[in-house]
């Protein structure tokens, strides 16, 4: 019986142990697989922001060498006039504020960054083109302008060598080559104004305005002759009559004595020139009613306009 007992005892010993190694296994197997896992998922995330910024840089290297295509297109929209090519000199600036933050990208930056930079670079170089466009058009009517200027006055000077032009047909030929140097304007805008702390204030209101403001451009003309100008403004009251504050100084106009309200010199380089003048304030205070004013230089009337006082 004592043996049996022992015997029994054996056993269970034996079971234990054989279950007990069984479980070790099991562990050691459980924590192999466990790691490997663990160290393959690692690889992948290595992997993964590797590819990552793989492709941050290749979209920084693709959307930097359309930058320096935008950068190209603007440097060809160029005129080589400083007033021309004004707008794309500011739009150089904004190129260059692009390129600072495609570069800071490259380092910091977010998917949505990057987007936003891309759509400014695109509205950027549309914007360039129409520029270009523009100052094609520009350069184009210039050309145009002074080759049928030069053809006329190289026809005037061939024919006059060869004495086949009568005296009339000279004079006409002649006279059409003056009216292309003449200098015209635009955009006459007359206004009532008058004088505050912080400026000029426009009105309407006959007592409470202090002197009549003419702005005016003059015109590009290549081939007219620069320097200074002369410009007369002549301001007509409500009731007809010519205003002056100058003793009724005068100035000619189709071979007459016209009288003139003030005057001003400009220096005319051949291209736009924004022109404000003043009627100053008259003898006798503003009453209701329809002001004329009108601009002449060179002999020639520049243009007409009026504001009514109410």
Do not use: C
């Not at 197997?29 to 160290?39: D, E």
């Not at 995330?45 to 979209?59: P, R, T």
């Not at 060498?65 to 935008?70: I, M, N, P, Q, V």
Request: hydrophobic content about 35%; glycine content about 6%; aromatic content about 8%.
């Amino acid at each position: 019986m004592e043996n049996n007992n022992e015997e029994e005892k054996r056993k269970k010993r034996g079971g234990f142990l054989t279950s007990a190694l069984v479980a070790t296994i099991g562990l050691l197997l459980a924590t192999s697989v466990f790691f490997g896992w663990k160290a393959s998922t690692k690889e992948e995330l290595v992997n993964i922001k590797v590819q990552e910024n793989k492709d941050q840089s290749s979209k920084y290297n693709k959307l930097m060498a359309e930058l320096d295509k935008t950068s190209d297109l603007l440097e060809s929209a160029k005129t080589g006039e400083a007033e021309k090519d004004s707008a794309l000199i500011e739009k150089r600036k904004e190129l260059e504020v692009l390129k600072e933050k495609l570069k800071e990208y490259s380092d910091l930056g977010s998917v949505d960054e990057f987007r936003k930079i891309k759509a400014e670079l695109w509205k950027l170089r549309s914007e360039i083109r129409d520029l270009k466009a523009k100052n094609a058009l520009l350069m184009a009517d210039v050309e145009r302008l002074t080759t049928d200027v030069n053809q006329k006055n190289s026809k005037i000077n061939t024919l006059e060598s060869e004495g086949k032009l009568t005296a009339a047909e000279l004079a006409q030929a002649k006279e059409k080559a003056k009216l292309g140097s003449i200098i015209t304007a635009r955009g006459f805008m007359a206004e009532g104004v008058r004088m505050r702390r912080g400026g000029e204030k426009i009105t309407t209101n006959p007592k409470s305005t202090e002197k009549l403001r003419l702005t005016f451009t003059l015109n590009e003309n290549l081939i007219a002759s620069p320097g200074l100008r002369t410009i007369y403004l002549r301001a007509y009251a409500a009731d007809g009559q010519t205003v002056y504050t100058n003793g009724g100084s005068t100035f000619t106009y189709k071979g007459t004595s016209q009288i003139y309200t003030e005057r001003q010199e400009v220096d005319y380089r051949n291209q736009e020139l924004d022109v404000f003048m003043y009627a100053q304030p008259f003898s006798t205070p503003y009453t209701k009613g329809v002001y004329k004013l009108e601009a002449y230089m060179d002999g020639n009337l520049l243009g007409t306009t009026t504001v009514e006082l109410k």
